[in-house]
């Protein structure tokens, strides 16, 4: 049983481009969390994406996009990329649609650094 | 909105020592609170959870955390930790998105 996969493992951008990362869920897991890692920090969330909508959103511009696809896979796509969204970004599964008690398993996350 | 605070980030200690690392969450209402764990060059993993019940719950590899509400608190506790337990823990709190801690990077030393 595959666990949560995500993709690419590391990306190098510069100021000012676009970014997509990708993430497959856990098998039998339809909801996706996003995360976003700083250095020394613990995870913040980004946004929440169940039947293909954003359900919850956490404090970040709208330059943080995503999308969720009939197969439950999930991309997070940045814009206008800032030095600062340098971190790791990682991806979270769950069974249900964003209950407090839902388990979140993660994978192994993307490192971005922004040159 | 829900915040963790976990102190002492950085905890160094030998062999067989005991270890606590403290959680502190705020938020007024029903909370499912978490422990999670990064090994070096790992993804986080779920070490034990709290949703009801016994406040006394149990986890992997032997640790435990106790969850007393009147101090908003969830501490995570091992009696005897190992070399093998030496990696970053992170307090979580889940209101329907999870909520973490900056966390505890632990060095045990052999």
């Known amino acids: 049983d595959a666990g949560v996969t995500q993709s690419p493992t590391h990306l190098i951008k510069t100021r000012g481009q676009q970014v997509t990362l990708r993430c497959s869920p856990k098998?039998?897991?339809?909801?996706v969390s996003w995360y976003q890692q700083a250095l020394g920090q613990g995870p913040q969330f980004i946004f929440q994406?169940?039947?293909?909508?954003?359900?919850q959103r956490g404090n970040f511009p709208d330059r943080f996009s995503g999308h969720q696809f009939p197969n439950y896979s999930s991309e997070l796509n940045v814009n206008a990329l800032l030095l600062g969204d340098s971190a790791l970004y990682l991806c979270?599964?769950?069974?249900?649609?964003?209950?407090?008690?839902?388990?979140?398993?993660f994978g192994p996350g993307t490192r971005l650094t922004v040159l | 909105a829900q915040s963790v605070s976990q102190h002492n980030h950085h905890v160094i200690l030998s062999e067989a020592a005991s270890l606590e690392l403290g959680c502190n969450y705020s938020?007024?209402?029903?909370?499912?609170l978490f422990w999670y764990v990064q090994y070096p060059g790992q993804h986080l993993q779920l070490l034990l959870k709290?949703?009801?019940?016994?406040?006394l719950v149990k986890g992997i590899k032997g640790f435990e955390a106790e969850f007393i509400k009147s101090k908003f608190s969830f501490n995570l506790r091992k009696p005897s930790v190992q070399w093998s337990d030496t990696a970053e823990y992170f307090c979580?709190?889940?209101?329907?998105?999870?909520?973490f801690g900056k966390g505890n990077q632990v060095v045990v030393i052999p």
């Open positions: 979270a599964s769950s069974p249900g649609t964003g209950f407090s008690t839902d388990t979140q398993y």
């Open positions: 098998s039998g897991h339809d909801t």
């Open positions: 994406y169940y039947e293909e909508e954003e359900r």
């Open positions: 938020y007024g209402g029903t909370v499912n």
């Open positions: 709290y949703f009801s019940g016994d406040p």
């Open positions: 979580a709190v889940n209101t329907g998105r999870l909520a």
